[in-house]
């Protein structure tokens, strides 16, 4: 059976909604505020809702926090595949959406920084998800780096570097792209992509996103919340390819996802099938709207 699996960092985002983000001492009143499990969880319920199995690999503690991560991931039938970490609870951010859509997080780390696949079996039809979140806590960071050499050629793996990437250290960084199949980030996370990537999809917002520098487009919305969009491309992206589909295809699927997403408050705004397929079904195109190659 084929799954998304995720060794990433699957966490709580305490959500506020903010007309403005505080200057230093101030005391801004939310318009509107909740709880829900983000992070790589965002991820994987995306493909799930694809109708393609999901696994979540990663850390999680014993807590409150770890007790929501776990119900959070039992209610859309993903599979929790490694034990609690005794005696620490998951970590937790405060995701302030602003008037605009844009979003910031303030972070505290938990378990999921002790995530250990070395244990972790996967295979050959799975497809696997690296978060830049986990590869940027320690000692989860050095034991992918460690772990990921072993991980059958067979596997597509997908490296989603996150707005840490750019601060990993080669030790990590340097084992994960010479296994990754894909560099999957947004523009302002890209930069120079690092030496060695060998397909890289760029995310552009509403301007859809790129692969291998083959313009996708994406679709017109009003956004109203981005916060978890990222990962929502991610996954159904990573489902589409489980599905069969070819990359650009792939990705088409993705950017509608991402645009219903946005039009959702808070990070649990992927769609189902069904709903992508309504979506899709309302705005056809061919093979004509895919643009020229960029670089």
């Known amino acids: 059976m084929t799954r998304v699996v995720s060794v990433g960092n699957a966490v709580v985002d305490l959500l506020l909604e903010l007309p403005a983000l505080p200057r230093s001492g101030d005391d801004v009143t939310a318009t509107a505020s909740g709880i829900v499990v983000g992070g790589s969880a965002t991820t994987l319920v995306a493909a799930r809702r694809q109708g393609v199995a999901a696994a979540y690999a990663g850390g999680h503690g014993t807590g409150p926090f770890g007790d929501l991560v776990r119900e959070a991931l039992a209610a859309e039938d993903i ?8 005696e620490r609870d998951t970590g937790w951010d405060v995701a302030i959406t602003e008037a605009g859509g844009e979003r910031s997080f303030l972070t505290t780390v938990g378990a999921e920084a002790d995530g250990d696949p070395s244990e972790l079996r996967i ?14 806590r320690e000692p989860s960071g050095s034991r992918i780096a460690a772990w990921i050499r072993s991980v059958p050629p067979e596997v597509v793996v997908l490296a989603d570097p996150g707005p840490l990437g750019s601060r ?10 010479a296994r990754a199949d894909w560099w999957s980030a947004n523009a302002a996370e890209t930069g120079e992509a690092p030496a060695g990537v060998r397909r890289l999809l760029v995310r552009r917002g509403a301007q859809g996103c790129t692969v291998d520098g083959i313009a996708v487009p994406g679709f017109a919305v009003d956004a109203i919340d981005t916060n978890g969009a990222g990962d929502v491309h991610t996954g159904v ?35 189902t099938r069904a709903e992508l397929e309504l979506f899709l079904a309302a705005r056809p195109t061919d093979s004509h709207t895919i643009g020229p190659r960029t670089r």
């Open 79 to 86: 599979a929790v595949l490694a034990a609690p970490i005794r």
């Open 123 to 136: 295979g050959a039809g799975d497809l696997l998800h690296v978060s830049g979140y986990a590869l940027a």
């Open 168 to 177: 990993l250290p080669t030790e990590v960084l340097g084992p994960v792209v």
């Open 237 to 271: 992206f990573l489902a589409g390819l489980a599905d069969g589909l070819d990359p650009l295809a792939a990705a088409r699927r993705a950017n509608a996802a991402a645009a219903i997403a946005v039009t959702r408050r808070g990070p649990a705004g992927a769609p």
